[in-house]
Nanobody
């Protein structure tokens, strides 16, 4: 069973940057799609970004051009670089993995990102 653990969340001012990391266990990590989702207070969880085993990426329109998803299979790690952060980006961010990056099978516990205005 895949175990995911996020880190790197915190408080940042609008316009700032933050990098989230996701440490993963499991021997099939390199063949999973990795993804980041987020959930703001009182709102539904939403898709942010995904990356497949070959490095192909997809992004939600709301973060396109500002966020970059990456992965390092040798280190069993995925990351989300977040630039030009906006208060609307405030949410708990979840690392996720599975054969379908838009419908992941495995989830981390989440890390809080707060963007102040």
């Amino acid at each position: 069973q895949v175990q995911l653990a996020e880190s790197g969340g915190g408080l940042v001012q609008a316009g700032g940057s933050l990098r989230l990391s996701c440490a993963a266990s499991g021997r099939t990590f390199s063949r999973y799609n990795m993804a980041w989702f987020r959930q703001a207070p009182g709102k539904e969880r939403e898709f942010v970004a995904t990356i497949d085993w070959s490095g192909s990426t997809k992004y939600a329109d709301s973060v396109k051009g500002r966020f970059t998803i990456s992965r390092n299979n040798a280190k069993n790690m995925a990351a989300l670089q977040m630039n030009s952060l906006k208060p609307e980006d405030t949410a708990v961010y979840y690392c996720a993995a599975g054969p379908n990056g838009l419908r992941p099978d495995y989830w981390g516990q989440g890390t809080q990102v707060t963007v102040s205005s």
